[in-house]
């Protein structure tokens, strides 16, 4: 299919493929196709070139990331072509000397000489290990390049991210609340999208929910309560019984219980806000079998939890039981253990069995360490509404793949550089993960494409890239195979998991990774090692390709 028919931002299509609509071929840098043509023009058509896309260092301080995007990347690959207008932009960008033929050329280009190579979406990944490799035509391999990168490189920082509030929030619910501090639209459904595979359990982004089939939540802002000054404001005060009957006023109900907490909870009539009133009691008649509650905008302890649980005493009278509340400013610990202390008292002194575990919802530029620290701290949060920090990756910006050619017609190709590890680990290769008898992952090994696969029970050298004598012998309990061909003639050879089966794919996989490898301060690294093999391959290449330098 021509890119012709998904045009920039066009929804529909987004919903229909899964795939974002300004994912295309001319997403990408102007570079690709200035290459496309001096490669052409240097008749390296038929070239045939391996490349490696893999990150050099985990994100955020931790030993660990998650692998993310890969979905796109192989539906970007399976409409990969340039429509007639994508080719008359790139005449208008390109100077006017190029040949005519080449756009021809470029008209036809398609990725199905393109075979993929990789690693299962949702697997916890490490530096060195290539998360895609792609073969097939150097031109086409390397057009792709940028569009590869940044699919992978925004969804894998996200879904690290998000699996690192997740083990810091253990059990506890977690939404994703960012879309307004997001970057931008894109940024803010891909934060979305990423968030949940990460682990989160649902998003306040309503298109994210439509198009990515993932739970919408959300509670109401500190302008709702704010629009209600009085009483008098309500037009609507009454709500039938859940089971039938009679309609009750619930302003009447929750104004009598209210006269009764001000005593229980020892609060002035005057310090409890009447319009905080009024706005609990109309959104609870709008949502009697959700009301959820934002108790801090006036006072949380004075005003907010009393409004709160009046109203939920009055629609409890009605039949319906309220929810929770959301705290969004102050002491997030302490407010929430004076909110289950009153909810608890409530309990007692209503007999009402549910009262004692509403819900209680933190948020307010929360982040990890917050939640760690609120852990330490003890608190009575049931979940968290996060947002800012989490959509930015605020700690992390950006996670650094890159995209570098190993083989070219079979040949081993290398980057050298000053920085060791910068070097590229040249010529094609597998990668295996070798497991112990816990069930937890020992050690990652890359090979040379040639070598047979380690085996259980048989001891394997594993030899760090670059020193030599850092080097240890592993026996497996059980070997693991990290690539599986995914692309292939033109067309997705595996079958795609959907979006609950790569989170669950994300939870399953960082269960096989020791707790010290996890954990935020200090983690301990994750060895990534190479087949003695592969090291005196890429060592003897190292000297074959460094120039020798003269001093005199
Ligand atoms: N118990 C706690 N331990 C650690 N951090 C907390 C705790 N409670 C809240 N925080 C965090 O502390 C920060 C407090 O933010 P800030 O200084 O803006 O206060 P605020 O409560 O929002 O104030 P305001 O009422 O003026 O809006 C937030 O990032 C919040 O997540
Ligand atoms: O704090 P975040 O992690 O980004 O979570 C989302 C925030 O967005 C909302 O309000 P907003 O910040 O727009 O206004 P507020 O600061 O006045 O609550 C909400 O109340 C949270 O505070
Ligand atoms: O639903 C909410 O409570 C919400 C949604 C977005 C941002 N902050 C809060
Ligand atoms: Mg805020």
């Given at each position: 299919?021509s890119s012709?028919t998904?045009?920039?931002?066009?929804?529909?299509?987004v919903?229909?493929m899964?795939?974002?609509?300004?994912?295309q071929?001319?997403?990408?840098?102007?570079y690709?196709?200035t290459?496309?043509?001096a490669?052409?023009k240097a008749?390296?058509?038929?070239?045939?070139?391996?490349?490696?896309?893999?990150?050099?260092k985990?994100?955020?301080?931790?030993?660990?990331?998650?692998?993310?995007?890969?979905?796109?990347?192989?539906?970007?690959?399976?409409?990969f072509?340039?429509?007639?207008s994508?080719i008359?932009?790139i005449?208008q960008?390109?100077?006017?000397?190029?040949?005519?033929?080449?756009?021809?050329?470029?008209?036809?280009l398609?990725a199905?000489?393109?075979k993929?190579?990789?690693?299962?979406?949702?697997?916890?990944?490490?530096?060195r290990?290539p998360?895609?490799?792609v073969?097939?035509?150097?031109?086409?391999?390397?057009l792709?390049?940028?569009?590869?990168l940044?699919?992978?490189?925004?969804?894998?920082l996200?879904?690290?991210n998000a699996?690192?509030?997740?083990?810091?929030a253990?059990?506890l619910?977690?939404?994703?609340?960012?879309?307004?501090?997001?970057?931008?639209?894109?940024?803010?459904?891909?934060?979305?999208?990423?968030?949940?595979i990460?682990?989160?359990?649902?998003?306040?982004?309503?298109?994210?929910?439509?198009?990515?089939n993932?739970?919408?939540?959300?509670t109401?802002a500190?302008?709702?309560?704010?629009?209600?000054?009085?009483?008098?404001?309500l037009?609507?005060?009454?709500?039938?019984?859940?089971?039938?009957?009679p309609?009750?006023?619930?302003?009447?109900l929750?104004?009598?219980f209210?006269k009764?907490l001000?005593?229980?909870?020892?609060?002035?009539?005057?310090?409890?806000?009447?319009?905080?009133l009024?706005?609990?009691?109309?959104f609870a008649?709008?949502?009697?079998?959700?009301?959820m509650?934002?108790?801090?905008?006036?006072?949380?302890?004075k005003?907010?939890?009393?409004?709160?649980?009046?109203?939920?005493?009055?629609l409890?009278?009605?039949?319906?039981?309220?929810?929770?509340?959301?705290?969004?400013?102050?002491d997030?610990?302490?407010l929430?253990?004076?909110?289950?202390?009153y909810?608890?008292?409530?309990?007692?002194?209503y007999?009402?069995?549910?009262?004692?575990?509403l819900i209680?919802?933190?948020?307010?530029?929360i982040?990890?360490e917050?939640?760690?620290?609120?852990?330490?701290?003890?608190h009575?949060i049931?979940a968290?509404?996060?947002?800012t920090?989490l959509?930015?990756?605020?700690k992390?910006?950006?996670l650094?793949?890159v995209?570098?050619m190993?083989e070219l017609?079979?040949?081993?190709?290398i980057?050298?550089s000053?920085?060791?590890?910068?070097?590229?680990?040249?010529?094609?290769?597998?990668a295996y993960?070798?497991?112990?008898?816990?069930?937890?992952?020992?050690?990652?090994i890359?090979?040379?494409?040639?070598?047979?696969?380690?085996?259980?029970g048989k001891?394997?050298?594993?030899?760090?890239?670059?020193q030599?004598?850092?080097?240890?012998?592993v026996?497996?309990?059980?070997?693991k195979?990290?690539?599986?061909?995914?692309?292939?003639?033109?067309?997705?050879?595996?079958?795609l998991?959907n979006?609950?089966?790569?989170?669950k794919t994300?939870?399953q996989?960082?269960k096989?990774?020791?707790?010290?490898i996890?954990?935020?301060?200090?983690?301990t690294?994750?060895?990534?090692?190479?087949?003695?093999?592969?090291?005196?391959?890429?060592?003897?290449?190292?000297?074959?390709n460094?120039?020798?330098?003269?001093?005199?």
């Amino acid at each position: 299919m021509s890119s012709e028919t998904i045009q920039p931002c066009n929804l529909t299509c987004v919903k229909k493929m899964g795939q974002n609509g300004i994912v295309q071929p001319l997403l990408t840098d102007l570079y690709q196709i200035t290459m496309a043509y001096a490669y052409w023009k240097a008749g390296k058509t038929s070239a045939n070139a391996v490349f490696d896309l893999f990150f050099r260092k985990n994100p955020f301080h931790g030993e660990f990331t998650i692998f993310a995007g890969l979905e796109e990347c192989l539906k970007f690959l399976e409409k990969f072509s340039y429509s007639e207008s994508d080719i008359e932009y790139i005449k208008q960008i390109l100077p006017s000397h190029i040949e005519q033929e080449f756009y021809e050329y470029l008209s036809s280009l398609t990725a199905k000489d393109l075979k993929v190579y990789a690693v299962e979406e949702g697997t916890v990944v490490f530096p060195r290990v290539p998360l895609l490799r792609v073969e097939g035509p150097l031109i086409v391999a390397q057009l792709v390049e940028t569009t590869l990168l940044t699919l992978v490189n925004f969804a894998s920082l996200m879904a690290t991210n998000a699996a690192r509030y997740r083990m810091a929030a253990g059990n506890l619910k977690l939404f994703e609340f960012g879309l307004r501090r997001a970057q931008g639209p894109d940024g803010g459904l891909s934060a979305s999208k990423y968030s949940y595979i990460g682990g989160f359990d649902g998003t306040s982004n309503v298109l994210a929910g439509k198009l990515f089939n993932i739970p919408v939540k959300g509670t109401h802002a500190h302008s709702y309560v704010t629009s209600f000054s009085d009483f008098s404001e309500l037009i609507t005060k009454e709500l039938h019984p859940k089971d039938g009957g009679p309609s009750k006023d619930i302003l009447e109900l929750a104004i009598g219980f209210r006269k009764r907490l001000i005593s229980i909870f020892n609060v002035l009539l005057s310090e409890v806000s009447d319009g905080e009133l009024a706005a609990f009691v109309s959104f609870a008649i709008a949502f009697p079998e959700n009301f959820m509650a934002l108790v801090d905008t006036y006072d949380v302890k004075k005003s907010g939890l009393i409004n709160f649980c009046a109203t939920a005493l009055a629609l409890n009278e009605v039949g319906y039981r309220a929810v929770g509340i959301r705290l969004d400013s102050g002491d997030l610990a302490y407010l929430s253990n004076i909110a289950r202390s009153y909810f608890k008292k409530v309990e007692e002194e209503y007999k009402i069995s549910y009262f004692s575990s509403l819900i209680i919802m933190a948020s307010n530029d929360i982040n990890e360490e917050t939640i760690l620290s609120l852990n330490e701290q003890g608190h009575c949060i049931d979940a968290f509404g996060i947002g800012t920090h989490l959509v930015t990756c605020q700690k992390q910006p950006a996670l650094g793949c890159v995209y570098k050619m190993v083989e070219l017609d079979e040949r081993p190709r290398i980057k050298l550089s000053q920085d060791v590890e910068k070097v590229t680990i040249p010529g094609k290769k597998d990668a295996y993960r070798l497991y112990g008898e816990t069930g937890y992952a020992l050690i990652d090994i890359l090979q040379r494409n040639l070598e047979d696969s380690p085996a259980e029970g048989k001891k394997v050298l594993c030899r760090h890239p670059f020193q030599e004598s850092k080097r240890a012998f592993v026996k497996p309990s059980s070997v693991k195979k990290l690539h599986q061909l995914s692309f292939n003639q033109g067309k997705i050879c595996k079958p795609l998991k959907n979006l609950q089966e790569v989170r669950k794919t994300v939870e399953q996989s960082l269960k096989i990774l020791r707790p010290d490898i996890k954990r935020t301060l200090n983690p301990t690294p994750y060895k990534v090692s190479v087949s003695d093999d592969l090291y005196q391959f890429l060592h003897t290449l190292w000297l074959e390709n460094a120039p020798i330098g003269e001093l005199s």
